[in-house]
């Protein structure tokens, strides 16, 4: 792992692999499991990043897609970087662009080259290869980038899937001998879908790369909960021991305990601020819809178990009323709340593994969320 990155495990779990360690990077120590609020075109959205900060977020997510786009990573390297861009001086993760590229429709031509697509800001044609992943990403500046990796879709035959997992180690090796910061972790992707044989094939293929991080790519995008804690159980143990994993767009927070039990470290999710602007809030009693009538009168706070700045200044009556008359504070305010919530789950994680309850904690949480409102 490069200087100045290292990944030092606290404890693992006996039961279930869980683990709770501490990911050093350049720019500040991040506790694991870590849940990575997603700033995607550079803000997480509608919140500040003192905010941020206040609710316990250590590391946050970027997408290296719509920056390159707007404002283009040169305007952010003229910036600074993308650390004083956003004006978050904590550990910051850029994933490839691939995954937008892949998930957007805009692709226009795969090879085993370059991917051409077509921008959907201005319909303008664009390439991407591995070596202009590493210098977009070098540019913008985050602590952990990923490689170019090609996301099919989890459904696609195998010929294919089996294509793109080849295609993804050749990318990798690329990306890593071209990439030439050393004060940037750059983190390899395994894929496959859920097939068991194409996980081997492919974390096979990127082992001998010696990655400072490895990331579980191609999860979360149609398969079932069933079939994607099914993948993790036979993948997690292919990713070397002794440097983070990271389980890519994951997910609802029962996800993401049953990621941590897998011995997962580090996730990302729009869900918590996309939920927050439509109005839905996570809370230690089961989720909740802000909108619903019976909040009118309500002047309770959100979640009686959460001490983040919305649930200590607002009632439930005033929630609802901001998200009816269409006002921006309701959707900022739940934002806040759900990010803490992902925060409080992580934290309480990472407790629950370094005394040795983490299966506990699993069983009360899942009880908690049945009981509610
Ligand atoms: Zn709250």
Known sequence: MPHPFRFELLAVDERTGARAGLFHTPHGIVETPC????????????????????????????????????PGEEVVAGLGDLHEFMHWDGPILTDSGGFQVFSLNTLRELTDDHVVFRSHIDGSLLELTPERAMQIQEQLGADCIMCLDECPPHDAPREQLIAAVDRTTAWARRCRDSHQRDDQALFGIVQGATDRELRERSAEGLRPLDFPGYAVGGLSVGESPEE????????????????PRYLMGVGRPIDILEGVLRGIDLFDCVMPTRNARNATAFTSRGPVKMRNLKHQNDVEPLDPDCDCPTCRSFSRGYLRHLFVTGEMLGGMALSVHNLAYYQRLVRDLRTAIKSNRVLEFHAAHLAGQADGP
């Not at 550079?42 to 897609?65: C, D, F, S």
């Not at 994607?228 to 990713?239: C, E, G, K, S």
Request: proline share 8%; charged share 15%.
């Open 228 to 243: 994607m804690y099914a993948t993790l159980d036979f993948t997690v143990p292919l990713l070397p021991e002794d440097r």
């Open 35 to 70: 849940f990575m609020p997603v700033g995607t075109r550079g803000t997480v959205k509608g919140v500040w990043p003192h905010q941020l900060r206040e609710i316990g977020a250590q590391m946050i997510l970027a997408n290296t897609y719509h920056l390159a786009l707007r």
